[in-house]
Each structure stands twice: as structure tokens, then as C-alpha cells.
């Protein structure tokens, strides 16, 4: 569908907006690829290579891991209340990471 909402982040695809609730969040475009990635495959543990092949590595320009990992800050930073406490965007240590389900688990 046009609009996915999952656990209070709302993603208009056609405009290519993101909302937590009403307020809309500015993100960047590799923010944007890896958060519609999550949700498209939400309740699902990513790895990192997968999510690196798949919002990176489109146009053969791999990154490191480093990069997933402060693209994961600063995108926690943009739609969690508390950062340092995640409740959508969680890390499943060792394997990689996760959009939690509506329920928060």
C-alpha cells in the first residue's frame, strides 16, 4: 500500500514522508531507504550485510559497518522519544537489527 504504519511511524510512500504521529520527521535519503527496508521487513532480524547490500551496496558502493551503525543513531535520534532506550528500531546483538512489532516486542 501507499501509506505502512508500524509501531506509531506512519511512512506516506508516494510522497516519501515519514510521520510519528502527526509531526513530521525530515529524514535523509539513506535514512529514508533503511527505515522503508525495516518496515518492509518488520519482526524480522536483519543482518548487517543484508541491510548493507540492500540500502548501500545498490550502486556498488559498499560501506562498513561504522556507517550502519551511526545511519542507525541518527535515524533512533529521529523517530524514538528516548534514543539511548529504543523501542522501534532495536538491535539484536551479534545478528543485526530489527522494527519491533506493534506491540513493542
Not at 508516494?14 to 520527521?25: C, N, S, T
Not at 551496496?57 to 561504522?66: A, L, R, S, W, Y
Amino acid at each position: 500500500s501507499a501509506t505502512v504504519t508500524s509501531g506509531g511511524i506512519t511512512i506516506d510512500r508516494k510522497a516519501a514522508q515519514v510521520f510519528r504521529g502527526e509531526k513530521k520527521i525530515d529524514l535523509s535519503k539513506i535514512e529514508y531507504q533503511l527505515l522503508s527496508y525495516l518496515v518492509e521487513n518488520r519482526e524480522q532480524v536483519l543482518t548487517k550485510e543484508q541491510i548493507l547490500a540492500h540500502v548501500w551496496d545498490t550502486q556498488g558502493k559498499f560501506v562498513d559497518e561504522n556507517t550502519l551503525s551511526v545511519t542507525i543513531r541518527r535515524l533512533r535520534a529521529k523517530i524514538e522519544r528516548d534514543p539511548s532506550h529504543p523501542e522501534h528500531l532495536l538491535t539484536v546483538r551479534g545478528l543485526g537489527y530489527r522494527l519491533a512489532r506493534e506491540d513493542g516486542r
